[in-house]
């Protein structure tokens, strides 16, 4: 006969209950980074066309700049657009289509919660911005580009970016029907890319509008990379203050409005 403690060490009898968040932020961002390479149109055109960009903006026939050098400013406006395009845009209709698709749908009845989905889709995205930030600088220095200041910083300002980007994205994909969320996103990154220094200059605008766009999320973004790799400035607080901002405010609202379906 097996004796009561025998047999407790050697039960099989499963514990269920949920893993830390730890770990399942870092299985959601290994899986949707699997994912996100697995659709290789859409990240080749994730590297191609913010190169192509860099070399359309780099044109001096095109419109004019009142800059020294033009390839100076162009760079961060680039890193700025192609973090935007993807933490925002892009995030934000693949995961509308997700929804409308009932990709999410099982998601939502495990152990997964919200705030895991946001991080997880969040930081997949930041990992491939990396690759899209080290190939737009490539292409730069071959441009003649002289950058300057901290380079801590200017991953800093992206990571930042990122986080505030990626949670309005998930925030407009998690509440609205999808071709709403297609139809918003193309909207809104378009009034960002010439409303928030990214292709136009804020000191182009009159002081009295410069003074409250450069609250946007891409103002405060263009502006703090421009004064980091074109002016060789300090710390950015204001546009780092601006952007931490952002985060605190999109990721646990994308968090707790996001729905599954």
Not at 30 to 53: K, W
Not at 132 to 154: K, Y
Request: glycine share 8%; with cysteine.
């Amino acid at each position: 006969m097996i004796s009561p403690d025998v047999s407790r060490a050697t039960s099989f009898v499963p514990a269920p209950g949920a893993a830390p968040r730890r770990q399942m932020l870092g299985a959601q961002t290994l899986m949707e980074s699997r994912l996100l390479l697995r659709n290789g149109e859409q990240v080749a055109l994730s590297f191609v066309i913010p190169v192509l960009l860099l070399f359309f903006f780099n044109l001096p026939v095109l419109y004019s700049l009142d800059v020294p050098r033009r390839i100076d400013f162009v760079v961060p406006s680039i890193i700025a657009l192609a973090v935007m395009s993807a933490a925002f845009t892009g995030l934000a209709i693949a995961t509308g289509f997700e929804r409308k698709y009932s990709v999410l749908k099982r998601l939502g009845a495990t152990a997964l919660p919200r705030s895991v989905l946001v991080g997880g889709k969040t930081l997949s995205v930041l990992l491939l911005e990396l690759v899209q930030v080290a190939l737009i600088c490539a292409f730069g220095l071959a441009l003649a580009w002289h950058p300057h200041g901290n380079a801590l910083l200017v991953v800093v300002l992206v990571v930042l970016g990122t986080l505030a980007f990626g949670g309005l994205g998930l925030l407009l994909a998690g509440t609205a029907r999808a071709e709403v969320t297609l139809a918003a996103a193309n909207l809104i990154w378009l009034v960002l890319l010439f409303a928030g220094g990214i292709a136009i200059p804020l000191s182009k605008y009159p002081s009295a509008v410069a003074d409250v766009l450069q609250y946007l999320p891409s103002a405060a973004l263009s502006h703090g990379l421009h004064r980091v790799l074109e002016d060789g400035g300090d710390i950015p607080l204001h546009d780092l203050l601006t952007l931490v901002a952002w985060c605190l405010v999109a990721l646990p609202a994308a968090a707790r409005w996001f729905r599954w379906e």
